[in-house]
């Protein structure tokens, strides 16, 4: 095998991880699989120009992890305790980072409030106020884009919400790449080609562009925007990042999550205990109501018309604030 890497062919979920020479894994970090072999790679991939060394341990980790498990009124209480947790795979994945200088015009139609006046025919007087008058503008902006970051794992390999929700890295950190620091470590090998990951990355300069040139119109009224824009002095980079995946087990269902390697910022999935919920948000939505009726019940009495109007809007405040809380356990089942 010389000097050539060695690839871990996972026969379960289909993934390639590249290791150095010497390194050997027993299971797939994405799967768990153990149904993986070692091959040499088919095709001459890149090698990574620079890389970021993990700094945050599993030890230090632990805490984070328990007390992200405790967070959330709408999970289940005893999920921190109950909670099965397998231990952090150490990963690094790969990542382009692409930085470039745009020239980029721009035209649209800008609104901006003058002040008009007019006769007020009810009190026989001038007076003045706000229109909104539109006008074509037209202007130019230069901008450098700096380390614009896409990863090169397959989204069906990688949940991307999750691991953008880990980001950013602080790339200050980055020491020249060296196989020393692959040792004992999982490495997945690009599946984004350089070609595919540059087409992304325009995705978000162009709209980090457009943001610009809103901006530099002056206005916060901003309709029929064109815009054209030019690219020089494009450069990327190739690179590891590194991250930490793992999962626990609760009841009888498996949910995932990871850290960043560097800064131990977490994202996961955790469940939600849908019977808290409804509990609490029908007493939210019932008690406002209770109050209501009290409210009526008293008007009747002293003959007051005030009450009634107020307790229909504690209804309507507690019906609001009972759908937002169903909202908020609908969003928590996503990643957090």
Known sequence: MGNRPQLLHCNNCGAELSY???????????????????????????????????????EALKPRIQEWLSQGWMHPKTLKDAAQIDKLSPIYLPYWTFSTAIDASWEAEVGHYET?????????????????????????????FSDITINGVNPQRINHAMLSAIEPFNLSGLVLFSPDYLVGMNVQAYETPLKEAWEYAKQEIRTATNRLCERDTGSSHVRNMSIDMSYDDEQWRYLLLPVYLSGYSYGANYYNFMLNGQTGKLAGVKPVDWKKVRTVTWLVALIPLLIALISLIISKISGSGALPVFSGLIVVLGIVISIALYVQAKNAEKIT
């Open 20 to 58: 150095p020479k010497g390194a050997v894994a027993a299971t797939c970090p994405y799967c768990g699989s153990n149904k993986v072999n070692l091959s040499l790679p088919k095709t001459k991939s890149l090698r990574p120009q620079v890389l970021l060394p993990f700094s945050a341990t599993p």
């Open 116 to 144: 008009e006046t007019y006769y007020d025919s009810s009190s026989k007087s001038y007076k003045t106020r706000q229109v909104l008058r539109w006008r074509w503008e037209s202007g130019t902006i230069s901008h450098q």
